[in-house]
């Protein structure tokens, strides 16, 4: 039978060693190794002894690796990459590692924290290091003694301090943002809420897909999301810091969830907008339950996204975007989206809601289908700004659907199109916007559009005192069962909606009669003089190939000779160089 005081005796034992064990833990995490780079205003090394006695200072550059085993209690240096280099006018260099001996020495961890490494170096001198992590920072403390009685050996004094490198690099600043290159890096990033606010650069294609060697189904955006669906609006922290992609891609992400899916779940908020940018997630498949899922953002809160873009397919309930979910006072910039949206309400090919936020120099591309509020590019909206935009998309809907925004509530649609084939089940469908209180200018429709009831070629229902469509045409086959027109399927006298110098095609529309607007031939829709009696603007706006095309959107103003984005003095230059000259033959 085992001595009861020896039983004791080891039972307090293996509970120290227990609590040890777990102190450890809970100070250096689960012993993945850490990679820590010098600050070389902190870090020297102070060279003494010798025949000479000449001190030397040493400044240290570079890093090292730190593994520890918590569970061991042990640790160790699994690579030194540092030298370092005195203060003379000969720049003489040590080796920091060599000096010493550093990726020999056996570490441990002490109860009061701190890791006590001893060794010998090639010279026989014995080596104590100190490390005391503290936050983010490495403290190193350590010196050589050379053997009893010995002459002619130096002393080498350690006094160093090291930042934790996180991530695959950098320090989160502007100008020296943390890299991510790999999924562990991006997941860490979505772990870690108090570098929301930093800076990252993507350096590194990298692929998310399930199947991969850790890879996984996520069940919640990757990076800031909704830390409690049982609550009404998206909690924890959202993303505040800038997300550079530097041109590359996140592939195959995946997610089944509820609401504020997306790369990133939330993005800004009011007094801290947030930036992402130059990146692609290509291939998402993400199936939400609730509201507010993009490709690449769930909510969007005064954020800037600028050079995005979005394949694969992603699905939703309500505020479903093929990039974007809900826009809230955001930009959204030259992005594109060919994602395969669907959901119920306020679906879209590129961004769901735009409230009060600008959507400048994007497209659409991917088939969106949805119940009410369901467009091209934009699903609603309300407030903003879209233009110089265009999208490609079919459509499908019950309700005010359109092939570019399915309603744009008081805000501005300029200088847009659409092409892809609009349907709806209900009412308020349109080939451009399916319900109009808001100002449309300079855009036009190509797109087949059918329904029941408020059918246009360009716009469904156009109403409120702000409802105003000007300088705009649809060219569209334009079917429905009622209040079906070829370019405004209604547009109540009572409503003081206005349409003014816009046309439509009576022979490819089928329709004789509109809401509002001018019906043209097709021959007199390609006519020049058809618009610019009407006031249009062929200089800046509009082109058109007389008695070949439609008009069509400049992408450069007519007084741009170079094509720059800018009418200056170069190109009257380049009107000079070739005034009157004959091009007939070139």
Known sequence: MLNSSKFLSRSLVLLGLCLLSQSAEAKYGSGKTSTYVFVAEQSKVVRTGGIASVPLTYTIKGNFQLAIDPNAGSASFAHVDANATDDSPFKRTLDLNHVFNMTSL??????????????????????????TLQDNLAYLIGQTTPPPNSADFFIFNLGAVAQLRKYAGGSGTAGDPYQI????????????PADYDKHFILTDDIDLYPNLPGGKVFDKAVIAPDTDPSKDWGQGTPFTGVFDGSGHTILHLTIKGGGYLGLFGQLGWDLAAAEVKNMGVVDVNIIGSGRFVG????????????????????????????????????????????????????????VALNYEGHVTNCYSTGAVNGKDSVGGLVGGNARGHVSHCYSTSAVTGASEVGGLAGTNFEGTVTQCYSTGAVSGSGARVGGLVGYNSGSVTDCYSTGMVSGATEIGGLVGYNSGKSGDVAHCYSTGAVSGTYNVGGLVGYNPFWAWGRITSSFWDIDTSGRATSAGGIGKTTAEMQTGKTFLDAGWDFVNVWGIGENQTYPYLRKYS??????????????????????????SDR
């Open 295 to 350: 490709g690449l953002v769930g909510y969007n809160n005064y954020g800037d996204v600028a050079q995005c873009y979005s394949t694969g397919a992603v699905s939703a309930t309500s505020y479903v975007g093929g990039l974007v979910g809900y826009n809230w006072i955001g930009d959204v910039t030259h992005c594109s989206s060919t994602c395969q949206v669907s959901g119920d309400d306020k679906v879209a090919g590129l």
């Open 558 to 583: 007519a007084a741009d000779i170079n094509q720059d984005a800018s009418v200056n003095f170069l190109d009257l230059a380049v009107l000079a160089e070739n005034w009157l000259t004959d091009i």
């Open 181 to 192: 290159a790999t999924a562990d890096d991006l997941m860490a990033l979505g772990e870690t």
């Open 106 to 131: 056996v570490g441990t961890v002490e109860p009061t924290g701190s890791i006590k490494f001893t060794g010998k170096a090639s010279d026989d001198s014995d080596i104590n290091i100190t490390v």
